[in-house]
């Protein structure tokens, strides 16, 4: 496969833009003020305290909130167009009962064939190659419910890039997943950016790989406090007080 990776510009509609944005839910003000810019190919975490506005920043690039500002996917001068977007919601369950397979959950998602009357060959080998994206190939005919943590997240990692997104957004995508397998969902994360030449905006609690694999972090609690390279971000003034006054994560 040939590999594209462009390495901060912002030629696409992989770039996304967000100026003075602004959601309110009633009469609270959830998000204000909001600046970010993420280039073409970076990986990008969003930290911030609980109640932050994470993951109604995330909805509200998604189209599912309202929202006041703009959020572009193109750079100033360019017609923007509205981008493919993978998406992985925060904690999804599952009932270890349920007789529901890997296999049964792409066929739902991806054909119009009822599940309960099997895979074709043709879908069969159609979901092997979603799953090679992850190296999970061997997961196809587990049951979903009975997934750990980590097998869980590269099956919905794998839904998400089908077909093959601009911009990969993933909302908590560590969480419920032991240390090793977060080396391993971030190695592959840095991976399939690289391979499929795409923008990854994340949101997490978990700071201990950001330095390694994050292009940019940025710092919110309903606005933007800080934004740059991690290791700047994470020795800030704004980081120190917040995750340090007594609370945390």
Request: overall charge negative; charged content about 20%.
């Amino acid at each position: 496969m040939k590999l594209f990776f462009h390495g901060g510009g912002c030629g696409d509609v992989c770039c996304l833009r967000v100026q003075n944005l602004s959601v309110k839910i009633g009469s609270e003000t959830i998000l204000h003020d909001f600046n970010m810019h993420v280039h073409c190919g970076e990986l990008v975490a969003l930290i911030g305290p609980n109640g932050a506005g994470k993951s109604t920043f995330l909805k509200a690039v998604l189209g599912q909130v309202d929202y006041d500002g703009v959020i572009a996917f193109s750079s100033p001068g360019q017609r923007d167009r509205r981008p493919r977007i993978g998406y992985v919601p925060q904690s999804p369950t599952f009932d270890p009962g349920d007789p529901v397979s890997v296999a049964d959950l792409f066929a739902c998602c991806m054909s119009k064939r009822p599940a309960f009357l099997g895979l074709s060959k043709t879908m069969r080998k159609t979901v092997l190659e979603c799953l090679s994206r992850v190296h999970g190939e061997d997961l196809i005919d587990k049951r979903v419910g009975t997934l750990s943590g980590g097998e869980l997240q590269r099956v919905l990692l794998a839904l998400a890039l089908e077909p093959l997104p601009n911009i990969l957004i993933l909302d908590e995508p560590l969480s419920g997943v032991d240390v090793e397998g977060m080396g391993v969902l971030m190695d592959m994360l840095d991976e399939i950016r690289k391979t499929y030449d795409l923008s990854i905006l994340m949101t997490t609690h978990d700071f201990s790989n950001l330095g390694r694999y994050a292009d940019q972090v940025v710092l919110i609690d309903r606005t933007v406090l800080a934004q740059g390279k991690p290791d700047d971000v994470l020795s800030s003034e704004a980081f120190q007080k917040i995750f340090h006054r007594g609370g945390g994560k």
